[in-house]
């Protein structure tokens, strides 16, 4: 059966209101990656890296998934095959919109993970520092996010569907961080398919075989709409 492979990043979750990281006024630009996205950060002053976290979290619980979201739920429902969902979002946005077994590579702010044991659990809206982990009980809870020196989460279970894709997908990244922005090299070795979908061209946009520019509202429906009246 048809496999796709597909790739999200902040982009798909602009529209719903939450800010991404490189464009004009994201993230990136109020707060320094070294002190909110690091585990050196988070030894240094946890108490800004909980709030930075908590933060996130409220915001991401008041928004709505929108049409991109919805659509990549209907591919899964409605193509013959298979259709695995990476995503480097934190938010619950594609689970919201109907979408099963995510694979959160860069982990999730609905979780708490212990930083002494690895015990993960469901975070509390307001994590605090010190808070106790409910397993081995060391002060140590962290969110469940992955910080950049950290390895991404199902690296191999990922790699296996990329190399056997027939079609691949990079949505609303700016392919700027590794390893997600090399899943297309490994795509195309596998044979995939490749098609970016971007409000602009990304930074690997030419080893796309197709670049569809737009916002993910208007382009992600359409391209799911074209997807399934093809077959
Ligand atoms: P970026 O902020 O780097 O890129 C977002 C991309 O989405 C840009 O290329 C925008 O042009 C595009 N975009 C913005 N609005 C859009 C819209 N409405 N429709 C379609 N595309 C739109 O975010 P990511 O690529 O997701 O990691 O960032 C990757 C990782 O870097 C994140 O997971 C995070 C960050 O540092 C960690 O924190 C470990």
Redesign the pocket.
Known sequence: MEKIVILT????S??SGLS????EG?L?AQHR?EDV?TPEGFARDPALVHGFYNARRAHAAQAKPNAAHSALARLQRDWPGDVIIVT??VDSLHEAGGAEDVIHM?GSLAGALCAACGHRWAAPPEMAVGEPCPACHAPAARPD????GEMPYQMDVIYDHLANARIFASI??????YP?AAFVHEAIAGGARTVE????P?AGSSSFDETILG???ETVPRWVNKLLGQR
């Open positions: 990043g902040a982009g798909i602009a529209e991404t990281f490189r464009d994201g990136w990656i996205a480097q979002n860069h996010v992955v910080w950049f609303g990244t700016s392919g700027q961080v997600a979908l971007n409000l602009e990304s916002p993910a509202t």
